[in-house]
């Protein structure tokens, strides 16, 4: 029986998402991976959440966002709170969704006014837009202010954050792919060409918008339920900015850049943690030859996919 | 009112350290569209300056002031020629995360090598505070007030009366064409990182001396705000970046005032996002006719 590449192409990637699963679930079994290996993959996988989303609204939609930690807070501090008083598996997902409602609210409020500015002046903009949000959550009674949230019920394993990195990234390529997707790539290479083709630029920009702050949520929850710490000064702008790095350096438009440098960038840093204090200007250099020699990022726009590689070959057999 | 007097002096001479700052953004981003992450640490170096040559080369407060200019606009110019230079073609997202990146090399490399903690900047000039119909003014306001605004004056006439000023207005117009009638585009380029770092320096040494206190991560959050204060000026207009610089410090000292400290910095990037949409190009910002 013959199927099409489509098809193989979504099977071998099902493949590829069980025996990642199953290998790190094995590791997990023998012991090979320790709490900080444990640690490092997590981190990775939120980061890949958390940027994923970040790429959709600045590789795709071409809208400058410099406020990615304002959106991620919101979700964090939904868990925080909820989940002190539902400490169930179930009320860790129902504060995740209620994240993401009020992520896409907040994004909403901000993206109909900001989103008509461009390049560097958005992103000023949403950069001042999430640091009201901190500033919100800093000086609020039910946030705890600058002290932050601790004991937060540990309702995460590293297999929730697998699967939750799986499905976001699984629906953002979907929704790329999908006639929205186009929509919104139309509209960053020529915002005036794409409305002349009838494109509502202002709704799908702000479509890009709201589901990228949706997964800053999603990334938001699993970290606050993960580091059961969090505090207003983890979503600063340093904090946006890190998310916009892993976008940069794996390839602005690059789903597989973005899981590259998100790896990359955590090894390195696990890595770097033995060198103390020079760690950071270490990193410093690191992003500055980087971004030098390769200023399209690690990847560029290239993105690996199976069904590429099937149709490939088909054409050969046919040959 | 003399409570107001009084708020408005603080804010004034705060506003002019903004401004200051905000100049040397409004300039480089003006001439190549980047936003110099690294503006607000090379702010941090010339306080770092400031204090190393007043308490050991034992330079007097003017002296400290115009070297701490001259080590500025070198450093300026060695990080666009090291760091920018080779980015120019490429996408302007990479210069930006390159320009992080310096920020971050000139903030580590400054706590590793002198340490994170703040230290006190030598009083370079014995406090005097006058009082004036019930206002208390102190020389160090006066100076930072007529400091920045001497700067900002000669500023102006460098870019609208000299040669290189005429060469740079031109380069942030179009730099292809500036390059056809002849202007240096390299040269240019990297002589407006040597003001805009000159002036970032000199508002170092000034911070250091009001507020007192320096270490290698206090240039960060001046650093945005400036930025703010250039992009509600109108980026790339220099009287803007002084208006805009003066408009965050007033606003800043003016919610501290009605005890709402702890919002500050929200109402600063509430007016900015309200500013950027009645005016999105900033207040003196020049509006682009968008071509099909």
Known sequence: MRFSSRVKSNLAWLGVMVSGFVIIDGLEVARVINPFIENMLVTIGINVILAVGLNLIIGFAGQFSLGHAGFMAIGAYATGIMTQTMSTPLGFFLSMGVGMVLAMVAAVIVGIPTLRLRGDYLAIATMGAAEIIRILINNLKITNGAAGLFNIPALVSWATVYVLMCVTTLVTVNFIHSRGGRAVMAVREDELAAGAMGINTTRWKLAAFVFGAATAAIGGSLHAAYIQTIAPDDFNIMASIAILIIVVLGGVGSITGTFVAAIVLSVLDTVLQNFGTIRMIIYSLALILIMIFKPTGLLGSWEFSFKRVFSRREVTSHE | ?292
């Open chain 2, 1 to 292: 009112m003399q409570t107001f007097g009084q708020q408005l002096i603080n804010g004034l001479s705060l506003g002019s350290i903004y401004a200051l700052l905000a100049l040397g953004y409004t300039m480089v981003y003006g001439i190549i569209k980047l936003i110099n992450f690294a503006h607000g640490d090379i702010y941090m170096l010339g306080a770092f300056w400031g204090y190393y040559s007043i308490n050991y080369f034992h330079f007097n407060f003017w002296l400290a002031l115009f070297s701490a200019m001259v080590v500025c606009a070198i450093i300026g110019v060695v990080i666009e020629y090291f760091a920018y230079r080779p980015l120019r073609h490429s996408a302007r997202i990479t210069a930006l995360i390159t320009a992080i990146g310096v920020s971050f090399l000139l903030e580590n490399g400054m706590s590793y090598l002198v340490g994170a903690n703040a230290r006190s900047f030598p009083q370079a000039i014995r406090v005097v505070t006058y009082h004036w119909l019930g206002l208390r003014v102190s020389n160090i306001q006066l100076l930072i007030l007529g400091t920045a605004c001497a700067l900002m004056i000669l500023l102006e006439l460098i870019i609208k009366r000299t040669k290189m000023g005429k060469a740079m207005r031109a380069v942030s117009v179009d730099p292809e064409a500036a390059q056809l009638v002849g202007i240096n585009l390299n040269q240019t380029i990297s002589f407006t990182f040597a003001l805009g770092s000159a002036m970032a320096g000199a508002a170092g040494v000034l911070i250091g001396l009001y507020y007192n206190s320096i270490d290698p991560l206090m240039g960060m959050t001046p650093g945005i705000k400036a930025f703010v204060a250039a992009v509600i000026g109108g980026i790339g207009s220099v009287p803007g970046a002084s208006l805009g610089g003066f408009i965050i410090g007033l606003l800043e000292t003016a919610v501290q005032a009605v005890g709402l400290s702890a919002y500050k910095d929200a109402v600063v990037y509430f007016v900015l996002i309200v500013i950027l949409l009645v005016l999105p190009a900033g207040i003196f910002g020049k509006r682009t006719r968008e071509k099909v």
